[in-house]
């Protein structure tokens, strides 16, 4: 179907349909696949993909009668800064690993359908589980009323040894 496979330079779109018939038929050994992609739903409470906008790059390969998909997401999140509240901005990039079935299991598998896969719905999920979950606008935020409601380093707990805002 000559038109119908979206490539790169062309407007994003919110999906992102990748041929496999070539892989299928055993013409190439892996696709590999790079283009942007308009998230439906871009974000969590307080924290989001700018413009909802990621770049997609991942190598598609035939392993049995699955395809799997390796590459990685890219984009801006932005977010409210937990204590002033502030919009924080930052560099969004999450690895994925993903498996497409004929017959998928809910939850953990990507169907395939006609011999295409979707990549959108695991792109999405990828970009939200990285989003932050507590971002600051800078370690030190005092909060938009230090000395009401006292919410910076000194009101919390010492840092544990290892960070867990990553
Ligand atoms: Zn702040």
Same mark, same amino acid.
């Given at each position: 179907?000559?038109?119908?496979?979206?490539?790169?330079?062309?407007?994003?779109?919110?999906?992102?349909?990748?041929?496999?018939?070539?892989?299928?038929?055993?013409?190439?050994?892996?696709?590999?696949? #790079?283009?942007?992609?308009?998230? @439906?739903?871009?974000?969590?409470?307080?924290?989001?993909? &700018?413009?909802?906008?990621?770049?997609?790059?991942?190598?598609?390969?035939?392993?049995?009668?699955?395809? &799997? @998909?390796?590459?990685?997401?890219?984009?801006?999140?932005? @977010?409210?800064?937990?204590?002033?509240?502030?919009?924080?901005?930052?560099?969004?990039?999450?690895?994925?690993?993903?498996?497409?079935?004929?017959?998928?299991?809910?939850?953990?598998?990507?169907?395939?359908?006609?011999?295409?896969?979707? &990549?959108?719905?695991?792109?999405?999920?990828?970009?939200?589980?990285?989003?932050?979950? @507590?971002?600051?606008? #800078?370690?030190?935020?005092?909060?938009?009323?230090?000395?009401?409601?006292?919410?910076?380093?000194?009101?919390? &707990?010492?840092?544990?040894?290892?960070?867990?805002?990553?």
């Amino acid at each position: 179907m000559p038109g119908s496979d979206p490539v790169g330079g062309d407007p994003p779109s919110s999906r992102l349909i990748v041929d496999c018939a070539r892989l299928e038929a055993g013409a190439v050994d892996c696709i590999e696949v #790079s283009r942007r992609c308009l998230l @439906a739903d871009s974000g969590v409470p307080g924290a989001r993909v &700018l413009d909802g906008l990621v770049e997609v790059e991942a190598t598609l390969r035939k392993a049995a009668a699955a395809y &799997l @998909a390796v590459g990685r997401v890219r984009g801006t999140w932005a @977010a409210e800064c937990r204590r002033c509240l502030e919009e924080v901005r930052g560099l969004l990039e999450a690895p994925f690993e993903e498996v497409f079935e004929w017959s998928p299991l809910e939850g953990e598998t990507w169907p395939i359908r006609d011999q295409r896969i979707d &990549l959108a719905p695991a792109s999405h999920q990828a970009a939200v589980l990285s989003l932050p979950l @507590a971002p600051l606008c #800078s370690p030190g935020c005092a909060g938009p009323d230090p000395e009401r409601f006292p919410t910076g380093p000194a009101a919390e &707990l010492p840092p544990k040894a290892d960070a867990a805002d990553v």
